[in-house]
């Protein structure tokens, strides 16, 4: 018995005989063979579509040599002029962080930009890829090889590495132990911005007091600590203060803060505005405190403004506004590809809107961005809501590109850790990234999907073994790739991070570093926190504006004596 394929609807040209050949299609069945047969028809058929969809595999450009000469020629003229370095003195500062973007996701979320837009993918460049700096940032805590978001994020806001779960304290503090926090607090780069007299803002796709935003302004020796109802009594009664109180009172005058996190902000039991009937979006404090309330009544002199929908948010003019304060959920916000688009902003819309109230600074400022749900994707196994999360990152990142200069604002973007995700199996070039192999298991004679994760709540058996995926819908916005060990949350990764800068002194970003280093030299670039001397002497611009006053005092003075 064998298989005939031309019922596809394709004619065969020799690259698909090959194919067939190459995966045995056209091979005689036995016994256990059967069972199989649909699925390796999905695959073949799949192919034998895609081929003759009047689309090549490739552009026909590529296969002239002059193609890829040409190519590496501009880009080794674009490498050339890099040696003409940025020294001036960065007047802003913006921190892009992905949460959970190592290198496959950058790499997959590159692929799906491209096919979003009709391409094939592989050659389509991220906001991120046109930054002419690159390199390497090691991510173990100062107790775990492989990290968690609260160590990292004291790693590189706060310039020190950390315990695992903690955040703005230094590895001296223990997790979970109020008793530790005196003494071991440590300053990150937002207040030392602040202190300076730049405006400073966060925005987040997170809930505000989440573990990337928390170290920025938190000192806490856990990262659960998100309000006084997730404390233990012990750590009350010591003194500590949960995360959504520091928000408020540690740098009472951040200038910008964009994310979620509403029920923790006040009382226990009262209703959310947007969700008053939903007990589990109430308030979760047991203080009593309307923290938002608090909040409302300090800035109603000083042009502050609270909102909590898009409407509000993208009504306001940012001219006539020195403060904002946007929550737009109970929680974290929603996936982009599930948001609410009328009730819920974008992250590259409050970023927006962050970057048009924060200039107005003649000082300049700092600006913290979180794409926080990109690490949750990945932690469900829901590969397509992480890198269309990431996708959603990048088109932020070019928001900002619009909006800032290259000579006056240093912008990195980087991960705090990688995730136990990957994609391979020789797929074809354009194959969609959500989709199958070009081949079946020659253990089990399954198919599988590109995209699989080494750990999480994907794995999943019958009583056939590993489940068949060509029985399911796998391209479902939701669906959970298989995985190689059963876990109800996957886990990060350990491997180091990639680390994209662009601007002034961005070329202090170089080769393999600690991840603590990326807030010193933001600091050394915008003269702010330890490093100043090079400021008024002899480096950057304001070294060269100190070297010009001096001279033009010195001439003034020789005219009034000649005078």
């Not at 300076?196 to 997170?206: E, M, N, R, Y």
Request: aromatic fraction near 8%; charged fraction near 20%; glycine fraction near 8%.
């Amino acid at each position: 018995m064998y298989i005939f394929l031309g019922n596809c609807g394709q004619a065969s040209s020799p690259s698909q005989t090959g194919i067939l050949q190459a995966s045995k299609e056209t091979r005689q069945l036995r016994g256990d063979d059967i069972m199989n047969v649909s699925a390796r028809l999905i695959i073949i058929c799949s192919w034998l579509i895609s081929l003759s969809l009047g689309k090549p595999q490739f552009p026909e450009q590529e296969k002239d040599p002059k193609f890829w000469n040409a190519w590496a020629q501009r880009t080794l003229k674009d490498a050339l002029v890099l040696q003409d370095l940025n020294k001036n003195i960065a007047k802003n500062l913006i921190f892009f962080l992905g949460d959970g973007m190592g290198v496959p996701t950058v790499t997959a979320a590159r692929i799906l930009k491209g096919q979003l837009k009709g391409q094939s993918g592989e050659e389509t460049l991220l906001e991120m890829d046109k930054f002419p700096f690159l390199s390497l940032a090691k991510t173990y805590n100062t107790n775990a090889q492989v990290p968690d978001s609260a160590g990292t994020a004291t790693a590189y806001l706060c310039g020190v590495k950390a315990n695992e779960g903690t955040v703005g304290v230094n590895a001296a503090a223990v997790r979970s132990q109020c008793n530790t926090t005196k003494g071991n607090e440590v300053t990150s780069i937002l207040r030392w911005a602040k202190d300076a007299g730049k405006s400073v803002g966060i925005v987040t796709t997170t809930r505000i007091n989440h573990a990337t935003p928390s170290a920025a302004y938190a000192h806490c020796v856990d990262r659960d600590w998100y309000s006084d109802n997730e404390m233990p009594a012990e750590a009350l009664q010591s003194g500590c203060k949960d995360i959504a109180r520091q928000l408020f009172e540690n740098i009472p005058d951040i200038d910008v803060i964009m994310g979620g996190g509403r029920k923790y902000m006040y009382p226990k039991n009262v209703g959310d505005v947007e969700y008053p009937t939903v007990d589990k979006h109430n308030g979760t404090r047991k203080d009593g405190r309307h923290l938002l309330q608090e909040w409302m009544d300090r800035m109603k002199d000083k042009k502050g403004h609270y909102v909590w929908n898009k409407m509000q948010l993208l009504s306001l003019n940012p001219n006539n506004v020195d403060y904002l304060l946007g929550l737009f959920e109970p929680g974290d916000l929603s996936y982009d590809l599930e948001r609410n688009t009328e009730m819920d902003p974008s992250l590259t819309e409050m970023v927006e809107v962050a970057i048009k109230i924060l200039r107005k600074n003649p000082n300049g400022f700092y600006l913290l961005v979180e794409g926080g749900r990109i690490d949750h994707g990945h932690h469900e196994g829901k590969a397509q809501q992480a890198l269309h999360e990431a996708v959603e990152m990048d088109r932020a990142i070019g928001q900002a590109d619009l909006m800032t200069s290259i000579h006056d604002t240093l912008t990195i973007v980087t991960a705090d850790h990688s995730h136990m995700f990957n994609f391979g199996g020789y797929t074809l070039r354009g194959s969609t990234i959500f989709g199958l192999a070009p081949m079946l298991s020659d253990v089990d004679q399954k198919p599988f999907t590109s995209i699989l994760y080494g750990n999480g709540p994907g794995y999943k058996v019958t009583n056939n073994g590993r489940e068949n995926v060509s029985t399911i819908d796998f391209k479902e916005k939701n669906y959970q790739a298989q995985a190689a060990v059963p876990l109800t949350s996957e886990t990060h990764g350990g491997e180091d991070v990639a680390v994209f800068a662009k601007g002034p002194l961005a070329h202090l970003l170089h080769g393999v570093y600690e991840q603590n280093y990326i807030p010193h030299v933001m600091a050394y670039a915008a003269c702010i926190g330890q490093n100043r001397e090079h400021c008024t002497l002899n480096s950057g611009t304001a070294g060269y504006q100190s070297a010009v006053l001096s001279s033009s005092t010195a001439l003034l003075t020789v005219i009034w004596l000649l005078c």
